[in-house]
Nanobody, 114 residues
Framework: VQLVESGGGLVQAGGSLRLSCAAS????????MGWFRQAPGKQRELVAA???????NYADSVKGRFTISRDNAKNAVYLQMNTLEPEDTAVYYC?????????WGKGTPVTVSS
């Protein structure tokens, strides 16, 4: 499966962005879809994930501000990001993980200015 992220950009602190991840085929059977991010000089980290049963988990730093969702009919996953902080600045990557599958998109940059 190929993944293409979109929706990144420059936003002021306190603002919102909605990231989208479009998959090249059905994600209905994909066990976990996730959003990761990597800030300059830092390791890639999990931001949010959603299972095929729609269970979600979030990094502590984004709980209450970010919401992950998936639309199997559209082969898409979304990340709604509210109350953005400069610390959220990073390249955001979409990931699809299942048995025998670990696919990544090329990322979309998010910059939050203070």
């Amino acid at each position: 499966v190929q993944l293409v992220e979109s929706g990144g950009g420059l936003v002021q602190a306190g603002g919102s962005l909605r990231l989208s991840c479009a998959a090249s085929r059905s994600i209905f059977s994909v066990n976990r879809m996730g959003w990761f991010r990597q800030a300059p000089g830092k390791q890639r980290e999990l931001v949010a994930a959603i299972t095929s049963g729609n269970s979600t988990n979030y990094a502590d730093s984004v709980k209450g501000r970010f919401t992950i969702s998936r639309d199997n009919a559209k082969n898409a996953v979304y990340l709604q990001m509210n109350t953005l902080e400069p610390e959220d600045t990073a390249v955001y990557y979409c990931n699809a993980r299942s048995f025998g599958l670990d696919a990544w998109g090329k990322g979309t940059p998010v910059t939050v200015s203070s």
